[in-house]
């Protein structure tokens, strides 16, 4: 009969020569600090009621949760710019901006269909 011959190298099981840094104790460590701390800083500016205006806490809020996606990223799943050839982080920007064309146009929508449909509850006007 006829002789086959498989090479294991080329599936998709095939063991890639990257040798990624996949983190040591002390980056781990140091990821979990930076997450407790940035975690902790948010839970007492709401708490104790540092910030007055409610928009301006939500703001700092968003900071420290967009810093703290960033220390998850870097200390806990090992991205940056030369993983994977620089195809993960392609991915994440890729990621970022359907989020914000989804997120920004649906905000659009709903403030235009609201003052669209309520015409008279915007203006005082009497029913």
């Known amino acids: 009969m006829s002789e086959h011959h ?5 599936g998709h099981d095939a063991h ?4 990624a840094d996949h983190g040591s ?13 940035l975690t902790a ?3 007492w500016l709401v708490m104790d009621n540092v910030i007055a205006r409610p928009q301006v806490a939500a703001m700092v809020l968003l900071v420290f949760a967009a810093i703290q996606i960033v220390v998850h990223m870097i ?10 050839g620089g195809w993960s982080m392609l ?5 970022v901006v359907l989020v ?6 649906s905000i659009w929508v709903m403030y235009h269909l ?11 006007a009497p029913m």
Do not use: C, W
């Open 114 to 124: 609201n003052h669209n449909m309520m015409p008279g509850m915007n203006h005082g």
């Open 16 to 19: 890639h020569d990257d040798h």
């Open 75 to 84: 200390y806990f799943l090992h991205m940056n710019t030369r993983s994977e």
């Open 100 to 105: 914000v064309i989804v997120l920004s146009g």
């Open 25 to 37: 104790l002390k980056s781990y460590l140091i990821g979990f600090l930076l997450s407790v701390i």
């Open 6 to 10: 498989h090479n294991a190298g080329h």
């Open 91 to 95: 991915a994440l920007i890729f990621t």
């Open 41 to 43: 800083i948010p839970f």
